[in-house]
């Protein structure tokens, strides 16, 4: 008698504990784009991505529990600036010389940036009835990854070319560009013909001494807003809303792309940069 009760007992206190504790798993899209200080002719826009990702609940009761994650967020953003009046700049770098030179006409500009993270959200959630969650927190945000595709139309009353924009912000160097694809642009100034690497990197119009970091921070935070619903106890579907704390942009390294000094050099811009993402998710709790 004495071991069935020992046995109920232990059996009684198990299910309690795992029925406080719950792991899962989550995936879906992101929406999301920069928010900050434009400049004239500049616009940023919504780019997606994607995340997945693992998560530990702890019940506290039957309303209140608390979620801590391990996610890889892909975040970004789309930047355009366009100038069809002929003032703005680009910093022409020819393969056969060390010496670059500035030429002024009409830009359009393009790009794409996916930052993948590695990210940590902590949130507060509580039960609104038997389908709805509600919740709202904090993440901390680790770069991993931060990247961009695009491409550059520029020309002048001598010359037009197209060049692609191929970003490995962590990994590009000073005037690098994409030496596995020997792709090639050619102009005519002066009378001389030029050529020019097709794909460019990160930093490609940059020397050795103007580049001193890195374009995006190791480092970020969101405040975090959403709902989930469950469409059966384990199974449900969800929105979450991800707003920046921080600026993500060095401003040593983030500059404007309207015009340069007197002295023809890079004008940086002192500005604040935050990431705004929507969340869609599925997810699996067991």
């Known amino acids: ?25 989550r995936a879906g899209v992101n929406y999301g784009k920069f928010s900050g200080p434009l400049e004239e002719n500049e616009s940023y826009g919504i780019s997606s991505g994607f995340h997945f990702g693992i998560n530990y609940t702890y019940l506290l009761n039957d309303r209140l529990s ?7 967020s892909q975040r970004g953003n789309k930047q355009s600036y366009v100038d069809t ?8 770098n020819p393969n056969e010389s060390n010496i670059n030179f500035t030429a002024i006409g009409n830009i359009e500009y393009n790009l794409e940036v996916t930052n993948s993270y590695l990210s940590i959200p902590l949130t507060a959630n509580y039960r609104l009835g038997k389908k ?22 520029f020309s002048t009353d ?16 000073a005037g690098g560009f994409n ?13 001389e013909r030029l050529t020019m690497p097709r794909f460019i990197g990160a930093y490609y119009n940059f020397t050795p001494e103007q580049k001193t970091g890195q374009r995006f921070k ?31 942009t060095n401003d040593e390294m983030d500059f404007s792309l309207r015009e340069l000094d007197a002295e023809q050099n890079f004008i940086f811009r002192d500005d604040k940069d935050r990431s705004i993402n929507l969340g869609l998710s599925f997810g699996f709790r067991f």
């Open 218 to 248: 190791r480092f970020d935070s969101n405040l975090i807003v959403g709902l989930n619903y469950f469409i059966n106890p384990g199974f449900y579907i969800g929105g979450r809303i991800e707003y920046g704390l921080f600026d993500i």
């Open 85 to 92: 009046l002929g003032g703005s700049y680009y910093i022409i």
């Open 66 to 72: 608390f979620r801590g994650e391990i996610v890889y």
């Open 158 to 173: 001598e010359f037009f070319f197209t060049q692609s924009l191929d970003h490995r912000y962590g990994s590009d160097v």
């Open 132 to 153: 709805l969650e509600a919740f709202g927190g904090f993440s901390l945000e680790f770069l991993i990854g931060p990247s961009a595709k695009g491409l550059v139309d």
């Open 1 to 25: 008698m004495k071991n069935i009760l020992f046995f109920l007992l232990i059996t009684v206190f198990s299910t309690s504990l795992i029925s406080q504790h719950k792991v899962g798993v």
């Open 179 to 191: 030496r596995f694809n020997q792709e090639i642009v050619e102009i005519l100034f002066d009378g």
